[in-house]
């Protein structure tokens, strides 16, 4: 936990402790008692550099001007129990200039297409959005969902999408051949079990 006596309405502060946090480790959630004093929740994990080559390299391309190059995941392939914590690490890379700000969604869907958990931030826990990317900037994305303790067993997929702040707008998605496939992209699935 990170308590703040600065938060994002007091835009005169930066909140470096913060940000070294979220490039660091994998961003839960927040509280906010006041506009000035907010209970921020990580992970204890440590969460890969920026530049680290990503333990499943992938290729999509969001609106022309994004790419998603890779994700790590802990625990990694294994099973995990309800009340445990799945941290993801998505990485991202500026191809051109994007064309406004977006917001990264983080999910975690039931087998009946249902959200069961989500994050949705601005990249970096809102650190460095992307009005503000430059071309050839590489950006890591931690989150980290903590599974509820009656969480139903089974099979969960891992989303990931950006969307507009303007007009929740989803961007388009590219494979790697360039095909146009859905809105989201479907990192993985993970097996909870009791």
Do not use: C
Not at 6 to 31: A, C, D, I, K
């Amino acid at each position: 936990f990170l308590i703040n006596e600065h938060g994002p309405f007091t835009p005169e502060s930066p909140r470096p402790l913060e940000w070294w946090m979220s490039e660091n480790y994998f961003y839960v959630g927040v509280q906010e008692f006041n506009p000035i004093v907010r209970l921020v929740e990580f992970s204890a994990a440590r969460a890969p550099a920026p530049d680290d080559v990503p333990a499943h390299a992938v290729q999509y391309q969001l609106d022309q001007s994004i790419a998603l190059t890779g994700w790590d995941a802990r625990p990694d392939g294994t099973p995990i129990r309800p009340g445990g914590i799945l941290n993801l690490s998505t990485q991202w890379q500026a191809l051109a200039a994007p064309g406004g700000d977006y917001k990264i969604g983080t999910y975690l869907i039931t087998q009946q297409g249902a959200v069961a958990l989500q994050v949705d931030s601005i990249p970096v826990n809102d650190f460095w959005p992307t009005g503000a990317w430059r071309p050839g900037d590489i950006i890591r994305h931690n989150v980290a969902f903590v599974l509820p303790k009656d969480l139903a067993p089974g099979f969960y997929e891992v989303w990931t999408l950006m969307y507009s702040t303007a007009d929740n707008s989803r961007l388009s998605v590219q494979d790697a051949s360039g095909t146009a496939i859905r809105d989201h992209i479907v990192l993985f699935t993970v097996e909870v079990t009791r």
